[in-house]
């Protein structure tokens, strides 16, 4: 079974802080991907990235970046010089490719509030 | 070019009832999977359709039914509802193994 964790249940920080959203996933495969995904208050998922378990390759994009660590078992965010927009629930999900199609394991989420 | 459209947006239903989620995916993707998301939890994946076909199912009962159509829309159908039905329902759509892209949900209150 696979199981994803999001230990940091709600972080607040003030504007222009970096902040690190953590996780930690567990599955037995070796092939998987990870996904993280960005819930603002409408609802709709907004996908962020999708890594591969074959690529550890740090990843940034504009103010993000991921660190993945497959020793640790992590795929930890960070949003430099955050922004009162980037407040919203962060999820972090897995996904193995058994089965013939996605099916995403999320983790409960990190619930960020940036204030000015 | 249109995102993942779902309804309808909001709908109160009474226990026992039965209600009938819709989901359009992004154009150019043929699968479709659903999910549900209680209050401060994540997502819960309940099944994915592929040609017509519920390809995976997730730890939901019976009453939680599905359908795809030839066009690759799909419906959600959850019969004699629960109050802790009261839920957030996604729909997400793909390409293969591709990316997710998820709709705006239906929240579904049940009383």
């Known amino acids: 079974a696979q199981k994803v964790t999001q230990a940091q249940t709600e972080i607040s920080v003030v504007e222009k802080e970096d902040v690190t959203l953590d996780c930690v996933y567990e599955?037995?495969?070796?092939?998987?991907?990870l996904f993280w995904y960005k819930q603002p208050p409408s609802g709709e998922l907004v996908f962020l990235i999708r890594?591969?378990?074959?690529?550890?390759q740090n990843e940034i994009s504009g103010r993000y970046s991921w660190n993945f660590q497959k020793s640790t078992s992590s795929f930890n965010f960070t949003i430099t010089a955050s922004q009162v927009v980037d407040s919203a629930v962060y999820f972090c999900?897995?996904?193995?490719?058994?089965?013939?199609?996605?099916?995403?394991?999320f983790g409960t989420g990190t619930q960020l509030k940036v204030e000015l | 070019d249109a995102g993942v459209t779902q309804s309808p947006t909001h709908l109160i239903k009474t226990r026992g009832q039965q209600v009938t989620l819709r989901c359009s995916p992004k154009s150019g993707h043929d699968t479709v999977s659903w999910y549900q998301q209680a209050l401060g939890q994540g997502p819960q994946f309940i099944f994915q359709y592929y040609e017509e076909e519920e390809r995976q199912r997730g730890n939901f009962p019976d009453r939680f039914s599905g359908h795809q159509f030839p066009n690759y829309s799909s419906e959600l159908n959850v019969n004699a509802l629960l109050l802790g039905d009261s839920a957030l329902y996604l729909c997400?759509?793909?390409?293969?193994?591709?990316?997710?892209?998820f709709g705006e949900g239906s929240r579904l209150t049940v009383l």
């Open positions: 999900a897995l996904s193995i490719l058994t089965g013939g199609g996605n099916k995403l394991t």
């Open positions: 997400a759509s793909g390409q293969g193994t591709g990316e997710l892209f």
């Open positions: 890594r591969n378990s074959f690529d550890e």
């Open positions: 599955t037995r495969d070796t092939t998987y991907y």
